[in-house]
């Protein structure tokens, strides 16, 4: 068997907002928070292969596949169903790693979700975003590939209707360690608990922005830069961060201000992943075969 699938995308994310509302005995926090989509999407091509190994190429530079998430999500959905099939992944990486953007984690889940069509596993989503879940918090919402207001570690998931701005979306280049922000003691950590109503009227804000700002000056002055154009914000630890806008023009005139910040580029904020138009283009070549 050497049957090939190409296409399958992973989305960026975005977090509109983020509260920390408390810390479980585990150490992990507790979270508020709104996923949407944006671009750019990392390409995941896979080559079914009679198995059981699980290989790749491509991906982040320098990370060994053994700790790729593609490789980790597919072992994890083996372990999970018995299946004994394999698969070579092909990583076109554009999402920029560990910038608060969620790619390893979308990759994950892109290949949960090809694997299992592809493999014929027959995992409802519920049960894909439970194994998910063992892989990262933020796997289940690229899973279930709708915007959605997160709870617990951000696997309680609530769908919403968003509105859809134009992003002004800045990278400053600045590795920010998810562990170091969450392990500060200064850390914002007690923000009262909010309903979903409650975040249509409220000011949006990122919880760990004031820790990012002390311990990564660069991504501070990013921040300011891009606030002279519209109240910015941090996406999860940061380093990237973003400035919501009503058209297409108005973001393009930040851009232009805020050019030479790192790699700045303009997107609008999607409340579907793309991965659910693939999976359903998988699906019908399927019954139609
Ligand atoms: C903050 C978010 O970006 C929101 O979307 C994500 O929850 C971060 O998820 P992530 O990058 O997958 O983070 P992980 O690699 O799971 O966590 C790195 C470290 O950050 C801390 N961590 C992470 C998430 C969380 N809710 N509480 C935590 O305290 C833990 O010490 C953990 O060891
Ligand atoms: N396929 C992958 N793509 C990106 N990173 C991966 C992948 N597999 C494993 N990793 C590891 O996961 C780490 C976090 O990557 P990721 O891009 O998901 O972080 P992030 O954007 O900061 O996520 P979050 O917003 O969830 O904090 C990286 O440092 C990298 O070593």
């Avoid at 299946?83 to 990486?93: E, F, P």
Wanted: net charge neutral; charged share 20%; aromatic share 6%.
């Amino acid at each position: 068997m050497s049957q090939r699938s190409t296409g399958w995308p992973a989305p960026a994310k975005i977090n509109r907002f983020l509260h920390i509302t408390g810390r479980r005995p585990d150490g992990y926090h507790a979270l508020q928070t709104l996923f949407q989509f944006i671009d750019p999407c990392d390409g995941l091509d896979f080559t079914l292969t009679d198995g059981p190994e699980i290989t790749r190429d491509g991906g982040v530079a320098g990370l060994p596949a053994a700790d790729d998430l593609v490789v980790r999500a597919a072992r994890a959905l083996q372990a999970r169903t018995g299946c004994r099939a394999g698969v070579h992944i092909h990583v076109d990486k554009r999402i920029p790693a560990g910038a608060g953007l969620g790619g390893g984690s979308s990759d994950a889940a892109t290949t949960l979700v090809a694997l299992n069509a592809l493999w014929g596993c027959g995992l409802s989503g519920t049960a894909l975003e439970a194994v998910g879940l063992e892989l990262g918090a933020d796997v289940p919402v690229f899973v279930r590939g709708r915007a959605a207001w997160a709870e617990g570690v951000g696997e309680r998931l609530t769908v919403v209707e968003a509105d859809r701005p134009w992003l002004v979306v800045v990278d400053p280049r600045v590795e920010v360690s998810t562990a170091a922000v969450f392990g500060d003691p200064k850390l914002t950590r007690h923000t009262e608990r909010i309903t979903i109503s409650g975040f249509k009227t409220m000011a949006l804000r990122n919880d760990c922005e004031a820790t990012v700002r002390r311990l990564y000056p660069p991504v501070a002055s990013a921040i300011d830069a891009l606030s002279e154009y519209g109240p910015s914000r941090l996406t999860g630890t940061g380093g990237c961060l973003f400035a919501c806008f009503n058209d297409r023009d108005a973001a393009e005139r930040a851009r232009t201000g805020v050019d030479g910040r790192g790699t700045v580029w303009v997107t609008r904020a999607a409340s579907r992943s793309p991965l659910l138009d693939r999976l359903a283009m998988q699906q019908a070549s399927s019954n139609g075969a």
